[in-house]
């Protein structure tokens, strides 16, 4: 079984572990989970659609990301996360830029953060491999296409990871 390490309200470890995706969390209890946004020197981005069998949000556009592993960092996991589902190695990308943001759903007992990556890595469509068990197809994409996605009801979380394509 997967573990996710706890944090507490300020991001600092608790030492306590959780089972993946066992939403039984306390108040003030979160775990991190990390977004790999992958941008083309032609300012185009890859943008991954969930599958339509996914529990949550099914054929939804995304950015590539998950859970962050017990003992393991938040650089750690977005690249292993990007490279697990588009087949993209970005540990050697240039990182542009970075941000967190939080998130908390007390009636879910579902708390979290998000540490949320742009890299800048010249790719093609013949590099991209995706994962058949997460994701559906991929798309390279301007900004304006992400934000009618967005527009339609279609794109995860783009309102708070909108930051991270402002430069």
Request: proline content about 3%; glycine content about 8%; charged content about 35%.
């Amino acid at each position: 079984m997967e573990q996710w390490d706890i944090y507490d309200v300020n991001k600092q470890k608790t030492g306590r572990l959780m089972n993946r995706n066992d939403w039984h969390m306390k108040p003030g209890d979160y775990h991190l989970t990390v977004l790999g946004l992958v941008e083309r020197s032609d300012g185009r981005y890859l943008i991954t659609k969930r599958r339509l069998d996914k529990e949550w949000a099914p054929g939804w556009w995304e950015v590539p990301g998950g859970g962050v592993h017990a003992g393991e960092s938040s650089r750690e996991a977005v690249n292993r996360e990007v490279l697990e589902e588009t087949g993209l190695d970005v540990s050697r990308a240039e990182l542009y830029k970075t941000f967190t943001y939080r998130r908390e759903s007390p009636e879910e007992q579902n708390n979290y953060f998000v540490d949320v990556y742009r890299f800048r890595m010249d790719f093609t469509e013949e590099d991209v491999k995706v994962q058949p068990e997460e994701v559906s197809g991929y798309e390279i994409a301007s900004l304006e296409e992400i934000r009618a996605c967005a527009d339609k009801g279609e794109f995860l979380h783009f309102t708070s990871i909108e930051e991270i394509f402002r430069d």
